[in-house]
């Protein structure tokens, strides 16, 4: 996986999982929020029921939630012998009972991972071409100032030059996800 794409996945799953501890404190508001996706908690869980056992359940499916969002298959075969290992049901899916760790967990596990396939990350590949989808593709035709072999302004970015390719020795690299500077803008276009 390229580098913005790991770094992409592993933020999304940070976030679903602080998102999901935001349910047990009373004043703690989301770290990622996207109006419309069912965060903030409206309601949060106290008392007896707010315990580390309950905090953990809900980081957990939130995760397994987000993790079938952006890698399903990976996360049936990695995550979802967790849930089992941990005694947690992976099919329990309900995001209804708010008061419970598992469905607060489903509920910001779900709202993330629909985020992310709106978020101008191109994760289904069909911003730019929906009837042949490329995932991440970039769309936001950006054109570095500076290419690998020329140095246009100092200040900016610089393409690098030495990606092997066997015996032909190397060549610069291409795009090969959307331009994180562009990305807002590409969402907001009317």
């Known amino acids: ?13 940070d976030a679903s999982n602080w998102n999901s501890l935001s ?6 508001a989301p770290t990622f929020y996207a109006p419309g996706y069912g ?29 079938q969002g952006l890698l399903p298959r990976a996360a049936e075969v990695y995550i979802r012998p967790v849930l089992v290992q ?4 992976p099919d329990y899916t309900s995001r209804t009972n708010l008061t419970d ?25 069909d911003i730019d ?8 593709s970039d769309y936001t035709k950006f054109v570095p100032t500076n290419t690998a072999y020329k140095l246009a302004d100092i200040t900016r970015w ?7 390719v066997g015996r032909l020795g190397a060549a610069p690299r291409g795009q090969t996800t959307p331009e994180q500077g562009r990305l807002y803008e590409a969402t907001t276009r009317g």
């Not at 349910?23 to 703690?28: C, G, M, S, V």
């Open 101 to 125: 760790p598992r469905d607060v967990g489903n509920a910001a596990g779900a709202a993330v991972a629909a985020y992310a396939v709106k978020d101008g990350y191109n994760m289904l590949g």
């Open 1 to 13: 996986m390229e580098t913005p794409i790991t770094l992409r996945f592993t933020a999304l799953c």
């Open 158 to 164: 610089v393409r690098q030059r030495g990606v092997s």
């Open 129 to 136: 071409n929906p009837d042949m989808p490329q995932p991440y």
């Open 86 to 89: 941990m005694g947690l049901d």
């Open 23 to 28: 349910a047990f404190h009373p004043t703690w």
């Open 39 to 67: 965060l903030p908690f409206a309601t949060r869980i106290t008392g007896a029921q707010n315990n580390t056992n309950n905090r953990n359940t809900a980081i957990a499916y939130s995760f397994y939630r987000t993790f």
